[in-house]
């Protein structure tokens, strides 16, 4: 089993920036790709960003390109997400997922075999 946990969340002023941080444990793979989904109350779970395995092939949404950076670090196990110029509308329950069969993950929900609990951010006008 791994187990994906999420941190770094929190409330934050519009045009200001956070990290978000999810860390693996368990029975890791670099081979794993990661992603950052979201969700928001009464929402679909929308696709945010990806990052391949190897780190050298990442994927935004149309509402975060210029924004957000997906990146990892896999000798520690950890991908992060570096939001800048949050707006309001980026308020939501942000879940990290690893997809075991590596490549570039999806931008679906389903394909994803690990999440984290979540962590709320929430981005104030």
């Known amino acids: 089993q791994v187990q994906l946990v999420e941190s770094g969340g929190g409330l934050v002023q519009a045009g200001g920036s956070l990290r978000l941080s999810c860390a693996a444990s368990?029975?890791?793979?670099?081979?794993?790709?990661m992603a950052w989904f979201r969700q928001a109350p009464g929402k679909e779970r929308e696709f945010v960003a990806a990052?391949?395995?190897?780190?050298?092939?990442?994927d935004y949404a149309d509402s975060v390109k210029g924004r957000f950076t997906i990146f990892r670090d896999n000798a520690k196990s950890t991908v992060y997400l570096q939001m800048n110029s949050l707006k309001p509308e980026d308020t939501a329950v942000y879940y990290c997922?690893?997809?075991?069969?590596?490549?570039?993950?999806?931008?679906?929900?389903?394909?994803?075999?690990?999440w984290g609990q979540g962590t709320q951010v929430t981005v104030s006008s």
């Open positions: 990052i391949s395995w190897g780190g050298g092939t990442t």
């Open positions: 368990g029975r890791t793979s670099s081979s794993y790709a």
């Open positions: 997922a690893a997809d075991e069969g590596g490549g570039l993950g999806s931008t679906y929900p389903a394909p994803y075999d690990y």
